[in-house]
T-cell receptor
C-alpha cells in the first residue's frame, strides 16, 4: 500500500516563483490536510479538506492556496514564494476521528 | 491561541529506564481526542497512541501508555524500558469533535534522547 504520497520530495525556489505540491492518498479517506513544520513550532495546519470539492483554512493559510478536485488528491500551491515559506511540508489524510496518516514530507527552500 | 503545550523542548533518559513526556491542552469541547506521534531523524510521522475524552481507562500500546488526567487537561506519554530507537521528536496533538471541523492541532514537540 502506498498510503500518502507527496511529490516532490525536495524543491528549491527563488523568491516570487510559484509551485504546486501534490498529495495523493489511496485509502479512500475523506479528510486531507497540509501542515508545515518549522523548528520549535511543531506542525502548523495550513489548509484542510473535509471532502472532494471542499477546502478550509487552518492556522497559517496566508500565501497558500489549495484544491481538492478529486477525493484522492490534495494540491498545495504557492503563488509567489517567500523566504518565510522555507519549511518542511507534510500532507496527511484520515477518516473522521481517526489518526492522521502522513506522507514523508517535502523540503522546500526559498532563496 | 496555543491549544497544545509541550513544555519540555528536550529530554534525556538512560536506556531501559522509563520516561514521561508532558502534554497539556486547552479545549471547551466536551468530546475530543488526544494523539501522540513520533518523528525519528528520518522525518516520517508515526502514530503511537490515542486517548478519547470519554475513555475511562488510560490508553496503552506496548511500551507506550498515556497518563490522562482530564481535570488537569494533561495527556502525558510514558515510555517504559526506553530503547536507543526511541530517540526522536515526539508530538502531542488534539482533535476536537465539535469545533475546528475535525482538524488536528499539534504541540511544539519534545526531543527525546536515549543514552546507552
Amino acid at each position: 500500500n502506498a498510503g500518502v504520497t507527496q511529490t516532490p520530495k525536495f524543491r528549491v525556489l527563488k523568491t516570487g516563483q510559484s509551485m504546486t505540491l501534490l498529495c495523493a492518498q489511496d485509502m479512500n479517506h475523506e479528510y486531507m490536510y497540509w501542515y508545515r513544520q518549522d523548528p520549535g513550532m511543531g506542525l502548523r495546519l495550513i489548509h484542510y479538506s473535509v471532502g472532494e470539492g471542499t477546502t478550509a483554512k487552518g492556522e497559517v493559510p496566508d500565501g497558500y492556496n489549495v484544491s481538492r478536485l478529486k477525493k484522492q488528491n490534495f494540491l498545495l500551491g504557492l503563488e509567489s514564494a517567500a523566504p518565510s515559506q522555507t519549511s518542511v511540508y507534510f500532507c496527511a489524510s484520515s477518516y473522521l476521528g481517526s489518526p492522521l496518516h502522513f506522507g514523508n514530507g517535502t523540503r522546500l527552500t526559498v532563496t | 491561541a496555543q491549544k497544545i503545550t509541550q513544555t519540555q523542548p528536550g529530554m534525556f533518559v538512560q536506556e531501559k529506564e522509563a520516561v514521561t513526556l508532558d502534554c497539556t491542552y486547552d479545549t471547551s469541547d466536551p468530546s475530543y481526542g488526544l494523539f501522540w506521534y513520533k518523528q525519528p531523524s528520518s522525518g516520517e510521522m508515526i502514530f503511537l497512541i490515542y486517548q478519547g475524552s470519554y475513555d475511562q481507562q488510560n490508553a496503552t500500546e506496548g511500551r507506550y501508555s498515556l497518563n490522562f488526567q482530564k481535570a488537569r487537561k494533561s495527556a502525558n506519554l510514558v515510555i517504559s524500558a526506553s530503547q536507543l530507537g526511541d530517540s526522536a521528536m515526539y508530538f502531542c496533538a488534539m482533535r476536537e469533535a465539535l469545533y475546528n471541523n475535525n482538524d488536528m492541532r499539534f504541540g511544539a514537540g519534545t526531543r527525546l534522547t536515549v543514552k546507552p
